[in-house]
T-cell receptor, first 111, second 112 residues
Framework: DQQVKQNSPSLSVQEGRISILNCDYT??????FLWYKKYPAEGPTFLIS?????DKNEDGRFTVFLNKSAKHLSLHIVPSQPGDSAVYFC??????????FGAGTRLTVKP | KAGVTQTPRYLIKTRGQQVTLSCSPI?????VSWYQQTPGQGLQFLFE???????NKGNFPGRFSGRQFSNSRSEMNVSTLELGDSALYLC???????????FGSGTRLTVV
């Protein structure tokens, strides 16, 4: 059961522009959401998170937005840089439960 | 502090064999989770251990099993390997369930 969905397998943007990665979830019990970034031959690394009591969290160039009614979250990267090129995974968990991941979106930032 | 350590990094096995993968979590982390990553499927949840107890299990056949030791180190075992088991197996640790995970670099398993 794919409780967390990333429907875009890939995204390409120009350096300096905004990258928007989207994620949908089906389990209304999820209350904690995270984004991970993964480079080839490395494990995913934590990027940014948001709890269900908020609708926005910002960390430098990265902002995550949460729309609970739509069960949708998005990651905005502004401005995008070539070093941001990686696979981005959306993840969600319910209190004291395991974390579920989406299939990932491969972001390519072109110079 | 040391990160999550997974051994071995690469493994080649033949069909029908069994394999054991190891994961040492960050010191103090008691929750260890295992994921399988294959192209197009993202990270598929295998199981999670907390204080030596399996708390959650994903939708994988019984050939996939795991355990956690008193020092929080965890092992994952796959018996009767199939070609489709070829994947990157990732281990992640956290202080408690559901909190941010720190991942290891993974074990790349190839079944031939």
């Amino acid at each position: 059961d794919q409780q967390v969905k990333q429907n875009s397998p890939s995204l390409s943007v120009q350096e300096g522009r905004i990258s928007i990665l989207n994620c949908d979830y089906t389990n209304s019990m999820f209350d904690y959401f995270l984004w991970y970034k993964k480079y080839p031959a490395e494990g995913p690394t934590f990027l940014i998170s948001i709890s269900s009591i908020k609708d926005k969290n910002e960390d430098g160039r990265f902002t995550v937005f949460l729309n609970k009614s739509a069960k949708h979250l998005s990651l905005h990267i502004v401005p995008s840089q070539p070093g941001d090129s990686a696979v981005y995974f959306c993840a969600a968990s319910a209190f004291n439960n395991d974390m579920r991941f989406g299939a990932g979106t491969r972001l390519t930032v072109k110079p | 502090k040391a990160g999550v350590t997974q051994t071995p990094r690469y493994l080649i096995k033949t069909r029908g064999q069994q394999v054991t993968l190891s994961c040492s979590p960050i010191s103090g982390h008691r929750s260890v989770s295992w994921y399988q990553q294959t192209p197009g499927q993202g990270l598929q949840f295998l199981f999670e251990y907390f204080s030596e107890t399996q708390r959650n299990k994903g939708n994988f056949p019984g050939r996939f099993s795991g355990r956690q030791f008193s020092n929080s180190r965890s092992e994952m075992n796959v018996s009767t390997l199939e070609l489709g088991d070829s994947a990157l197996y990732l281990c992640a640790s956290s202080l408690r369930q559901g909190s941010g995970y720190t991942f290891g670099s993974g074990t790349r398993l190839t079944v031939v």
